[in-house]
Nanobody, 112 residues
Framework: VQLQASGGGLVQAGGSLRLSCTAS????????MGWYRQAPGKQRELVGS???????TYTDSVKGRFTISRVTADDSVDLQMNSLKPEDTAIYYC???????WGQGTQVTVSS
């Protein structure tokens, strides 16, 4: 299984970005997926996840700002990030939540 994350970039504080994670073999439809991030000098943290029923969970710092969804047409799991803050700057990764399979990461930089 291979995961591909895309959509990162540079955005001003208050702006939005949408990250997308695609998986080979349409596996994203049959297993829970997670989005993680790692900021410089910090440990990697779970940003949020979505299970096979579509139920989502989020870490407190992104609740109300970030939304994870499955996009059937693209067979992807997307992370919509709104009201971005400089502290959201990190490399963002997607992962099969219960398996050690990671995407390559995409850089998100939020300028103040």
């Amino acid at each position: 299984v291979q995961l591909q994350a895309s959509g990162g970039g540079l955005v001003q504080a208050g702006g939005s970005l949408r990250l997308s994670c695609t998986a080979s073999g349409s596996i994203s439809r049959i297993t829970a997926m997670g989005w993680y991030r790692q900021a410089p000098g910090k440990q990697r943290e779970l940003v949020g996840s979505i299970d096979t029923s579509g139920m989502t969970t989020y870490t407190d710092s992104v609740k109300g700002r970030f939304t994870i969804s499955r996009v059937t047409a693209d067979d992807s799991v997307d992370l919509q990030m709104n009201s971005l803050k400089p502290e959201d700057t990190a490399i963002y990764y997607c992962k099969l939540l219960y398996y050690d399979v990671w995407g390559q990461g995409t850089q998100v930089t939020v300028s103040s």
